[in-house]
């Protein structure tokens, strides 16, 4: 009914306006028909030059990607083929080698292979997943000939070195990387060849990156004349005629058909908000308030929910106290001793099958409520506070050993039925029911659940939680304390250390990070350690953002500061809250463009995994204003590097725990494709953690060019 009389309104004003001023309307009317032919001739262009942008930035992405996979097949052959245990065995003196070594070895998984052959070209040695069920006659021929090229670098003096190829058959398109066995050393005569290789897509990488490498197996082509971008690391056995290119995805007329379809939406939905935009506003208000009254719904109703969904009882809090409190009856056996067992599910990321948070929820929790009804020692089963599952059990033994297990093995089971459409985190802590006073203990479990750190399983604990819940109570009493001495700071000190690339002789400073110090009145009763994380237990890390953004822009806008450019970390807290992001949107619009873009806001990479369509959002407003973004910390976490394709940052930042680790293959082969990366989509590598001259001259000579750390604290800067 609401729609309607909206709708009704906008009607009954088309007409008032049609009858008052009709000329005026037909002028508008004429001047929206030419602006909105004008905008659609540069939608068009410009969605063609983006789309041949793309296509180009995309060729030499998937030369980037293919380069890094190529390097890492490398790197293995040269560890195995001029490794002197396998030379003994292609030499016939060690026939042990492959149970010994390669019968658990991780190059012939997930999709790998290992093929050996002798310098007659007879194969001693297939394994691995890619060639072991059997090895396709086209395939086989592909191998065959890259052998043949292996031999001809050898006689040439060249095989001391590894070469990269790739065989596209119909059914196993592999990529891979060959060299001749030999003694570590280098002496001695060459005892064959090796080839280490892997299909294109592989069971261990995300549906992400397994499309990007089917994406560059179909483009990938030999067609002399072909445009598109070069792809040598997969063309070195291969004459020069015959160089791999990877094509373009789609020709260049149907780039344009696509440039037209692509325009239509932005023309439209430009068109629409000139046409109705009061009304589109009331719509998006209307649903936004369906949206909350449908949360609230939702919570009322999860208990009467997840009680239809379980085969037995499910108590509220409330049941489960005056059953714990009734005397037990000679039919259970007289028992003496309980346990509880308190469960809290958590929802960490889920696909779209599942629309909201809470029905995600409801349905981990109908799940392993089924489960734990089903074991034996469970006597009463209740719903909690915060998503928590209350299980009352009566114990085998007095430690409750087994009950354990069983619990454990239930959220195991929880956690791999859940994983196609989410991923959860499960705490728990299974303890001695104490009767005297079980109001107390079931605050004190909901207490540490909510407060302690996650844990990721089942916390046994026999003597019980009250000293631990007291210790976390004067915690959040030293916590509030804390957050209102923060709140009337009006003061602070800082350091700036910088972010430095050299320039010849000199160091010149890309930008120079913001971190906090703190004020006279709070140093020496408190670190800036335990400061931070008192302001993110109490979720008031916000206000400390807000402070570093405020003396940032502050330090930016003055006269001696006009050349300085800054860096300021931001918590998942103030970018995730659309309350703390309208607020620095704020700080930014107010700025000028020129201040703006000498800003850098750094947020870590662990931040980004969660919820990163949201992140990917306020990422893009953030450049729309002409801030820079960095990833802080990248490399500590769980992110996929399909993540940077998705986040385009302006600095990718390292973690220190890299720049330590030098002469090791796998964090070279990681930093030669982020230093390809950042050429490529215009993103600063920054290696962390530089303390010593060793390791910036080894990082430089890797093409690193932007450095933070210890070492530069003294270092004159241009």
Request: net charge neutral; charged share 20%; aromatic share 6%.
């Amino acid at each position: 009914m609401r729609t309607l009389a909206l709708l009704r309104s906008l009607r009954r004003e088309w007409q008032c306006q049609r009858r008052d001023h009709p000329r005026q309307l037909n002028t508008a009317l004429l001047l929206w028909a030419v602006l909105s032919a004008a905008l659609a001739g540069v939608l068009v262009q410009q969605r063609w030059q983006v789309l041949q942008q793309r296509q180009s930035r995309q060729g030499q992405t998937d030369q980037g990607l293919l380069e890094l996979r190529v390097n890492s097949h490398k790197i293995t052959a040269l560890d195995w083929g001029h490794w002197d245990p396998l030379y003994a065995y292609a030499a016939g003196a060690d026939p042990g080698f492959p149970a010994r070594e390669l019968d658990n070895s991780s190059i012939i998984q997930d999709g790998q292979g290992l093929m050996v052959v002798d310098a007659q070209q007879r194969v001693l040695l297939k394994r691995g997943s890619a060639v072991g069920s059997g090895v396709s006659p086209e395939l086989s021929r592909c191998l065959q000939e890259h052998l043949q090229q292996l031999a001809l670098r050898s006689q040439a003096g060249q095989g001391d070195r590894a070469y990269g190829f790739y065989c596209q058959t119909a059914t196993q398109p592999v990529l891979g990387a060959g060299t001749s066995i030999r003694r570590s050393g280098g002496t001695g005569p060459e005892r064959g060849w090796l080839l280490h290789i892997s299909r294109i897509q592989r069971p261990s990488y995300n549906t992400a990156v397994n499309q990007a490498f089917s994406r560059i197996n179909a483009s990938l082509s030999s067609t002399p004349g072909q445009a598109g971008t070069a792809a040598p690391a997969v063309s070195e056995l291969l004459p020069a005629s015959h160089v791999l290119t990877l094509k373009p995805a789609s020709p260049a007329w149907r780039q344009r058909i696509t440039a037209v379809e692509g325009m239509a939406p932005g023309w439209i939905g430009v068109n629409g908000l000139v046409a109705a935009a009061a009304a589109g506003t009331l719509l998006s208000l209307r649903q936004l308030r369906q949206r909350d009254l449908q949360m609230e719904r939702a919570k009322r109703n999860q208990l009467r929910l997840l009680r239809q969904e379980l085969p037995g009882p499910l108590l509220s809090r409330s049941e489960l106290l005056q059953a714990i409190q009734q005397p037990e009856g000679a039919g259970e056996g007289g028992l003496s001793e309980l346990w509880i067992a308190a469960l809290q599910v958590k929802v960490m990321l889920f696909r779209e099958a599942i629309r909201q948070r809470g029905e995600a929820q409801n349905q981990a929790l109908a799940w392993l409520g089924e489960r734990l009804q089903q074991l034996t020692p469970t006597r009463h089963l209740a719903l909690g506070e915060n998503n928590t599952l209350l299980q009352v059990i009566h114990p085998s033994s007095g430690d409750a050993r087994d009950e354990h297990r069983q619990i454990e093995h239930q959220l195991q089971e929880l956690q791999l039925a859940m994983a196609e459409v989410m991923q959860l985190s499960v705490d728990g802590i299974l303890t001695r029911l104490d009767r005297h006073d079980v109001t107390q203990q079931l605050a004190d479990l909901a207490l540490v659940l909510s407060l302690s750190e996650s844990s990721g399983g089942i916390r046994h604990m026999p003597s019980g939680v009250a000293d631990w819940a007291r210790d976390l109570r004067q915690q959040q009493s030293r916590d509030f304390d804390l957050t209102r001495s923060f709140e009337t700071l009006q003061d602070h000190r800082y350091a700036l250390e910088p972010v430095l690339q050299q320039q010849g002789d000199a160091w010149e400073t890309a930008y120079s990070e913001m971190l906090f110090r703190l004020p006279q009145e709070l140093e020496g009763s408190i670190s800036v350690q335990e400061l931070v994380l008192a302001l993110e237990r109490n979720h008031n890390i916000h206000l400390l953002d807000q402070l570093m953004v405020r003396r940032a822009i502050a330090l930016l806008g003055e006269p001696e500061g006009s050349s300085q450019q800054l860096g300021v970390n931001i918590s998942a807290v103030s970018f995730g809250s659309e309350k703390h992001i309208k607020a620095l949107f704020a700080q930014l619009r107010s700025l000028p463009a020129a201040v703006r873009h000498r800003l850098v806001l750094e947020v870590t990479e662990t931040a980004l995994v969660n919820r990163p369509e949201l992140w990917e959002q306020r990422l893009q407003q953030l450049r729309d204003f002409g801030v820079r973004i960095a990833i802080d910390d990248f490399g500590v976490g769980y992110a996929s590097i399909a993540y940077l394709f998705q986040f385009k940052p302006d600095f990718l930042k390292l973690d220190l725990s890299y720049s330590q680790r030098l002469h090791d293959a796998n964090v070279d082969a990681l930093v030669t494709f982020l230093v390809r990366y950042g050429e490529l989509n215009h993103c600063g590598l920054i290696l962390e953690g530089i303390e010593t001259e060793e390791q910036l001259q080894y990082w430089q000579a890797r093409g690193v060019r932007l450095f933070q750390g210890y070492l530069f604290r003294d270092r004159p800067r241009g």
